[in-house]
């Protein structure tokens, strides 16, 4: 009686080529990547201009924007 079981030739090399195939995709995905962990402020305001009193209202009405979306999502889900 045979306890040991083995893939058939084909399934194993299969499964090889299945991950020789996802390893060559990682491997592409990591060469395109070049610039991974350089971040870019696509904001209108730079982080400069954070202190200009001229641009006060637009902080404020960004604030005030992103609270009344999260509290409108609060609300939604814990009624």
């Given at each position: 009686?045979?306890?040991?079981?083995?893939?058939?030739?084909?399934?194993?090399?299969?499964?090889?080529?299945?991950?020789?195939?996802?390893?060559?995709?990682?491997?592409?995905?990591?060469?395109?990547?070049?610039?991974?962990?350089?971040?870019?402020?696509?904001?209108?305001?730079?982080?400069?201009?954070?202190?200009?009193p001229a641009l006060k209202q637009l902080i404020v009405n960004g604030a005030v924007g992103e609270f009344q979306y999260a509290y409108g999502q609060y609300a939604?889900?814990?009624?």
């Amino acid at each position: 009686m045979n306890t040991h079981h083995e893939l058939p030739i084909a399934a194993a090399a299969a499964m090889k080529l299945g991950l020789i195939a996802t390893f060559a995709a990682f491997v592409c995905s990591l060469s395109a990547c070049n610039d991974v962990l350089s971040v870019s402020n696509p904001g209108a305001i730079q982080e400069g201009q954070l202190g200009d009193p001229a641009l006060k209202q637009l902080i404020v009405n960004g604030a005030v924007g992103e609270f009344q979306y999260a509290y409108g999502q609060y609300a939604q889900w814990s009624a």
